[in-house]
């Protein structure tokens, strides 16, 4: 064999390291759904198991109606009665052929169901059962929880809005990260079974995600001995890292987080005046001096539109960013020259552009966008797949065991 390396084809086929690998998801909402979001676009087969009727998450109207469009594509939809025996004996054998079983259902749903870890793994030993909860195991596990009683509960809000109102994040942020964390958790599972021959139960939680994603705050109280400020009060580590106002009414925020990026700033907007100021040379003089300083910088601003200052800036290697608005990302130029988005044909035929998962491997991403399943459109693929004959299908679907 020889040693040579050989060269990346970028024209080549997309990276799926996960393929062969089959995922059986009893999932809803956010967070169990974007775990197999993120293996799906690694290669594995997911088959999304759904009720009869589909997945709820599929009619959720207002800030919910996006949620079932980014987290399912390119799944398979099978349709079951898990109430039915007959459904629920075709669930189990769908696990006893899965490798990975995820769920993201209230504290002792599954077990009930017979859908437990303990009763699957014995007839699959191999399984890998990923659970995402409310909270992990402790005095908290039997309760319900959202991805907003988590932020409102781990500090997440209270860091977030001003004092005195508690502000959830813009975004699903810990349903997300939770699920991010239990695909790590299913990846370090996955590399022992290739060790032992056996699987093992993994689970995440959004109270622990939370509280994670805060404990850097934590740490603050700990070195400092002062409690961290929720985020619009927080003294900021750096005088000049702020928003602020152009001349045609737009928004930038600028930071300047080093004395090397100040000279730059200095130079690049000719402050030669600011620039030579010794009580401004070193970056703690400068956040002592703050309520002096940033008025001169919000004036100097203001004199340039938006795209004006963002051309400035972009030479300067200073840290920017025009605010930005989810819609506006349809069209960012960064995103379309890169493929971070990908082509998406919603259930409805709608073709439309959705974020790809954002890491590139071998220089390019894992897949290239996909469609949404529709209610069971896999069910007589995947059974059909078990060995299960026409008839026998026909029948369940008669039995209202499937769709």
């Not at 790590?184 to 995600?209: C, D, M, N």
């Not at 493929?339 to 590139?360: A, C, F, H, Q, S």
Request: with cysteine; net charge neutral; proline share 6%.
């Amino acid at each position: 064999m020889s040693d040579q390396v050989q060269s990346r084809d970028p024209a080549g086929p997309s990276p799926a390291p996960l393929s062969g690998l089959r995922v059986v998801e009893f999932t809803h909402m956010v967070m169990g759904p974007a775990v197999g979001a993120i293996l799906v676009e690694l290669g594995a087969e997911v088959i999304k198991v759904e009720p009869v009727g589909g997945d709820a998450t599929r009619q959720l109207l207002g800030s919910g109606a996006g949620y079932f469009s980014m987290y399912n594509r390119n799944k398979k939809s099978v349709c079951l009665d898990l109430k039915n025996p007959r459904g629920l004996a075709v669930a189990r054998r769908l696990a006893a052929i899965a490798d990975i079983v995820v769920e993201n259902f209230r504290a002792g749903t599954m077990d009930k169901l017979g859908l437990g870890y303990d009763s699957l793994a014995r007839e699959n030993p191999r399984l890998i059962y990923c659970s995402e909860k409310g909270f992990l195991s402790g005095p908290y596990e039997h309760r319900t929880a959202l991805d907003e009683v988590a932020q409102m509960m781990g500090g997440l809000a209270y860091m977030t809005g001003p004092p005195g109102r508690p502000l959830r994040a813009g975004t699903s942020v810990i349903d997300v990260t939770g699920g991010m964390f239990g695909v790590i958790g299913i990846l370090a599972a996955l590399e022992q079974r290739h060790r032992t021959g056996r699987g093992q139960k993994v689970a995440s939680s959004l109270f622990e995600t939370t509280v994670y994603l805060v404990g850097q705050h934590m740490a603050q109280k700990a070195v400092t001995g002062q409690a961290a400020q929720p985020m619009p009060v927080r003294i900021s580590a750096w005088a000049i890292y702020d928003v602020f106002e152009t001349r045609d009414g737009e928004q930038v925020f600028v930071g300047v987080v080093s004395d090397s990026l100040w000279e730059k700033f200095c130079a690049a907007f000719e402050l030669r005046e600011l620039g030579a100021n010794p009580q401004f040379r070193t970056n703690s003089q400068r956040v002592l001096a703050r309520e002096t300083l940033l008025p001169q910088v919000r004036e100097i601003f203001r004199q340039y539109t938006r795209a004006e200052l963002v051309a400035k800036l972009e030479s300067t290697g200073l840290p920017f960013a025009p605010i930005g608005k989810p819609e506006d990302m349809f069209d960012d130029p960064h995103l379309l020259a890169s493929g971070g988005l990908g082509e998406v044909t919603l259930t409805d035929g709608t073709r439309t552009r959705l974020p790809l998962l954002p890491v590139e491997l071998d220089g390019r991403r894992p897949t290239q966008g996909g469609s949404l399943p529709t209610v069971g459109e896999h069910t007589r693929e995947v059974l059909s797949g078990l060995g299960l004959g026409v008839d026998e299908v026909d029948s369940l679907a008669a039995a209202g065991a499937i769709q």
